[in-house]
């Protein structure tokens, strides 16, 4: 019985801490976008290149920061990789004349600055960063 409590215990602080990782990400947008929400699924499309329309049909293209805690935290909680295979899967798209490599910044001040001037860029951040001037999505 103590095992079954345990294992219970486990599951529980697992989940909480990937909500807590991302609930310190955010996802935001040039603030012309239609899109208030963008799913899970979405946003692993897009990021990946698989897509470069949202569900609603607005045309995006995402912004990756080059590094970081928030890099990896987006990476785990979204698109379930790390940055080596996103990388190595954009290289594939690009060498196949099937995509360009998204824009890489280094900070995320830099995302922020990109994205509100840029009409379709979609980027992410820590929720602690300064993000006027950018629409903010939900992840359902």
Do not use: C
Not at 25 to 53: M, N, Q, Y
Not at 92 to 112: H, R
């Amino acid at each position: 019985m103590k095992k079954i409590g345990f294992s219970v215990l486990l599951l529980a602080a697992a989940s909480l801490v990937g909500a807590q990782l991302q609930a310190q990400v955010i996802v935001i947008a040039h603030p012309g976008l239609k899109a208030a929400a963008v799913s899970k699924r979405e946003l692993r499309d897009v990021f990946t290149g698989a897509a470069s329309d949202l569900g609603d049909g607005s045309h995006v293209s995402p912004v990756l920061l080059k590094q970081g805690a928030t890099h990896d935290e987006f990476l785990a909680a979204y698109l379930g990789k790390n940055d080596a295979a996103l990388r190595a899967g954009w290289r594939g798209l690009v060498f196949s004349g099937q995509a360009t490599m998204p824009k890489s910044l280094e900070s995320e001040a830099a995302v922020v600055e990109y994205v509100a001037r840029t009409p379709g860029a979609i980027g992410y951040i820590s929720k602690s960063t300064v993000h006027d001037n950018v629409k903010v999505l939900s992840v359902p």
